[in-house]
């Protein structure tokens, strides 16, 4: 092989174990409310419906995730209230705002 399909192989890999973590991480969280997210959570874009179910809001509501700048909005939203259902702070969601921080959100509300 030459070096760049290499690099290639092992960026792939590396962003499928990300995938993998941050997908195990919004399972605990589905844990922490007592929500069976089945299946679901390890499926890209999918996962937000169990989710959604934490945050104790209509699925339908995640396609504002595609309106540019309602997006943003939701978003907090979306994350203010699964940080509530999980009985933690709401403001914890300002991590996400911050680069580099925002990586240790999920993780957070995960473990914590």
Known sequence: MEGGQEIGIIGF???????????YCLKLICDKAKV??????WIPIVQMIPMATVA???????????VPLVNLVFM??????VCIAIDKSPWLVIMMIIPVVNLAFLPLLAFS
């Open 13 to 23: 890999l590396f962003g499928i174990a990300i995938f993998v973590f941050f997908s």
């Open 76 to 81: 907090f939203y979306h994350w203010a209230k």
């Open 56 to 66: 104790g809001i209509n699925p339908f509501l995640l396609l504002l995730y595609f």
């Open 36 to 41: 069976d997210p089945g299946i679901m959570i």
